[in-house]
Nanobody
Framework: VQLQASGGGLVQAEGSLRLSCAAS????????MGWFRQAPGKQRDFVGI????????YYADSVKGRFTISRDNAKNTVDLIMNSLKPEDTGVYYC???????????????????WGQGTLVTVSS
């Protein structure tokens, strides 16, 4: 599956931003979808994951209550809605796909086989 992330930009602290990831090439609903982010000079960190139907989601503690993942299998898209943004949320955000059902343990980058190109989010203080 090919992934294309978009929607990044510059936003002030406490602001909101919506990222979108468009998938193509395979049956989108066969994949659990994840979001990761990478700050400059740091490793790629787990943000959240949504199961194939969109019902089940898991989030990193650092974003829980502020970020929401939503998918639309009819449109082959998965969104990351980010509210109450903080400067520490700054980074390149990646969407990722893993074939098969969701598992709460899927939080490592190595758990995902397909990646989008990333979109930069900058949160100013």
């Amino acid at each position: 599956v090919q992934l294309q992330a978009s929607g990044g930009g510059l936003v002030q602290a406490e602001g909101s931003l919506r990222l979108s990831c468009a998938a193509s090439g395979r049956t989108f609903s066969d994949y659990s979808m994840g979001w990761f982010r990478q700050a400059p000079g740091k490793q790629r960190d787990f943000v959240g994951i949504v199961g194939r139907t969109g019902v089940t989601t898991y989030y990193a503690d650092s974003v829980k209550g502020r970020f929401t993942i939503s998918r639309d299998n009819a449109k082959n898209t998965v969104d990351l809605i980010m509210n109450s943004l903080k400067p520490e949320d700054t980074g390149v955000y990646y969407c990722a796909a893993r074939l098969g059902p969701l598992r709460v343990a899927y939080r490592r980058a190595d758990d995902f086989g397909s990646w989008g190109q990333g979109t930069l989010v900058t949160v100013s203080s």
